[in-house]
């Protein structure tokens, strides 16, 4: 990525600004200026077999169009039609495509390309990857930026005496240029004879030829070194090369770099391919071998230290190489062989490299590269000079298409363990992997094919569609601590690699949040926080790009431990009822341009989660209550509520008209009832706890039951069951008085039992009450008829009813009989009539 | 159908209308002067304008005029409004002038006919030289009164043909919960065992809603072919 604004500046906040931000939360950032941005790179070929992909990658949510300008050699400009790029769109054209759709001239083959775009800076990428896939040849570059000089540095190696070099010198500007270069050749600096760019020129330096101008015998380019300056302001000239050796299928990027622009003596790079690489992608008998050149641009002798961080098996090894010791201009390569040898056998994950040198800042640079003759497979890890005060991220464009391998990879280049945030961005969705940590010096890699294809859920739970060709990944400090980054497409059937590694200011700001937001809940339990820290960013709207789980990384505490306890893994303790709230925080920071700087800024996230603390409360009882019409008889029931903890108040009540309550106050309710239920359950009774300002309330249903009908159970007849006698304290079933002065023989008893059933359809027993049983009798009538039947009365909801007849005349032998309508009420509700007729043989009774 | 409303001042008043000896409690103003809100009677029988009464606590019995079987009664209807229990027996028994009312043991109200109490005919005025019963259920105590009042049980025999008693026994399964009591009189009439019995409703059952204090109602029907000349039933009210 470019930058056209350039100044960024990282700042971390005093601990009033930590303050203000706790209590006010996030600033609003304002969205960056838009502004019009050149990008320039420096030379395409569609020549001969070369061809060249233009990676154009709009880190934007809104459209792009972007406007491309071809140069040739010579200056000649061909503009090409302008580009449109949806939101978070990557496309790669062609370059010869695109050449013959305008019908180009050859001289257009070869130049260089100017990149014009209006918007937010930095927030657009562009990579051009030079190759010959015939021959396993490829290069890339990227626009370069950031230029504090007119100095330009870079050096080759070869590994034998048939690789060569090009160096292509672009003019940038409408303005000629004119330009030195000078070749440190074993220590040497030998200038060049005086270049002279037309506006917009771009010229191609022959390795060879250039050596054989200077004078310099050599078995093919040996290594060297180039220093070149102009006339011309920082940017006006930008350049890049490569060393090649077609027949071997090398080509190694040849960087140059302003050495103005390094912030420190120390290089770093990520990526590298170290021996035997676990990735499965590789063949079996692939052995990388580094290739690591250095350059003492400055005229002191130096030293360079050269630590190889690398990891296998997951854990994280260091090995420092022989110290490099060069003299003033010298080009040295690094001894690998030791490491390489103690690596045989090992597969290896990742590997960085970390080059400290004893010079001033940008007086040493390198390149480096690893090898492998079996794929063949040349790989380039580029050397940059991180500044840690630059919130930088990267948006890389990547394809899965044909047989590209896309892998990023992630160097921690501080001294303590960071993180860092990626983010897949494709057409119609996003992909959150779980938060990238890193130890201090690891290199991680994350493979998007492997990803897509291992169907592998991100934090949401979403999975990368498994036809995914294009998108971007985005990716964001998430410390203070800023890695290095960049994407390696490994083309495994053409054998070459491109490198991207736009770098990216991404606004990101940050809101700790609580799941669940409050917590409601009884004394005497438990429930966990789970704590998830949400990044903003205006790259991508519509709500949090990535949520990470944080919660056992929040500090805890509650405002009153006597209400509520949490612990350090937020397990919230429901101590007593009443209301209080917890504080939540963790550490973050907040990158934003401020309107004329890219900053970032420390500051606590802070969450107070309200917690109320509900007392408990359980009710027992019947679910049924009688209805009585007359004065004897269960019509009521009681409810007991046991609210916990103990000392509350309670209060109850109803919705219904059906029943009426009395102690509404008192843990134990009496309902009574009004009138009959209409429907099963229609009657709400309510009861709230209230302990320390905090209240439960339990609901539930009854049902008023009317005693409306009897089923019979059983009937049976003993024929000698009573006994009639003169006279007796109790009329009982088994034993009366009879009808006359004396007497002492016995009666037929008949039993019949009855269930008392409820109104409803089909009808219920009612069972469980201490309910009224009445009967009564009509005058009696008959033949035998002198006084109204015996009667009784009874409580419960199964009624007995005998019946027996005591009389002289049936005793002698003779005949009569007693009728009369019988008529049985239950709690004042008549549910049965009976027509009873008594006779000597028996009873007969029939119901209605 | 009759239709019977009533609102009472001091409903929470109504239990402790009743004597309750047990808890030395004695009501001194008498149950006939506690206000009624409102009460309205329409075609109501003497006891469905009594039963109101009753439902609200207040023990009453009632000596029903003789009817022959079938016989209509007389209905009565009105409203009144902030009146005493008095203000409407007075009511009543100007509305059907064959009965007065009094007030018996300890709050208890008996309505019963005018010459009731007066005729040697009726069974209530029968003497009762020994009452006694031990453990006795409250409830069939009243409806039983015919056999355990050895007096009441042995005219009834001599008067009766004999032809049969016929029985009906109807119990219920909870019947060990209803109250019972023992009770020991001598030389009382009938009225005034049933009023005894009534009383001690109030006094074992203070405080039970599913027992309360209970009342009684003496029919007579007329029959003239019954030696007795008609058939007495007791019932609780």
Redesign the interface.
Known sequence: MSSASGFILRILATPTLMIFFALYGFAQTSTPPSVLNVLSLPYYSVRGTWDSTLTLNNGLTDPLTVSAKLFALDGSPLSLPDFSLAPNQNIAPRLSTLLNQVGADPKFWEGSIELRYTGIAMRFGAQLTVFDSSRSLSYDMEPPMEFKSTILEGLWWSADSYTSAQVMLCNTTDQALNVQLKVEWQSIVIPAPPIHLVPRQTMVIDSNTLLSTLGIRTEGIGKGGLSISHNGSPGALIAHGVVLNPGGHFASNLNFIDPATQPSAVLEATGLLLAHSSSPFFPLGSFFTPVLALKNASSISQTATVVVQYKTNGMVQVQTLPLIRLAPHEIQLADFAALLYSLRGTSVDTAGVKVTYSGIAGSLMGTLTSIDYYSPLVVDAPLVSPDPNMPMGGNYAFRLDRSLQPVIYWKNVSARPTALMAIILYEGGRYTPPLVTLDIGETVSMDIRQLRDNRTPDLQGRLLPSNLQSGQVLWIPHEKEIPIGRLVAFDMIAGTTSNFSCVNCTDDRSLLRCVPVSIVGNFGTSQQLTMYEDHYTSSIPNGPYASYLVTNQCAYSSQNASVATVSTTGLVNLVSPGSTSLTVQIDGFETRDDGFQWITVALLLIVNPPVDVDPTISVSGPSTVPLRSG??????INLTAVGSPPGGAYSWSTTSNKVSLTNTDQPQV?VTSVSASTAQNDVIILVTYTVNGRSVTWQGYLTVVKPTSLTLASDSTNANG?T?VT???????ET??????TCNYTSYLRILTYNVMDQFNPAQAISGF??D????????SG????????????????????????????ASGGS?S?S?Q?T?TVNGFQVRTNS?N?ACSG?TVTGQ | MSKVYIKIYRVAFLIALTCSLSIGYTVEAGVIDFKIKSIAFEKATMREALAVL??YGIQVCLERVPLH?GEEETRISGQLSNVRVKDILEYLIHADPRYTYEIAECNIINIYPKNSKNNPEDLLNIKISEFE?RQ??L??AI??I???A?EL?AY???M????????????????S??PKFSLKLTNLTVRDILNKIAEQSSLINSGN????P?GWIYEF?I?ES???GG???W???
């Not at chain 1, 009366?736 to 002065?741: I, L």
């Not at chain 2, 809603?209 to 309360?212: H, N, S």
């Open positions: 004065v004897i008889g269960q019509n009521n009496t009573h009639c006279s007796t304290q109790t009329p009982t079933c009366s008085t009879c009808g006359g002065p201490t309910i049983i009445q009967e009564s009798y009509t005058t009696p033949s035998c008829a002198s006084t109204p039947p015996i009667t009784g009365s009874g409580t419960g909801s199964i009624i007995t009813d005998c019946f027996y007849f005591c009389s002289s005349t049936c009569c007693v009369s019988q049985i009873v008594w009873v | 009753r439902d079987n019963i006795y259920d409830y069939n409806t039983h015919a056999q355990i050895p049980r009834l025999q001599k009766l043909k004999p032809g049969g008693v016929p029985g009906s026994n109807i119990r219920g399964e909870m019947d919960l209803r809603r599913d027992f309360p209970i029907v029959d019954s030696p007795l058939y007495p039933t019932r609780i009210f």
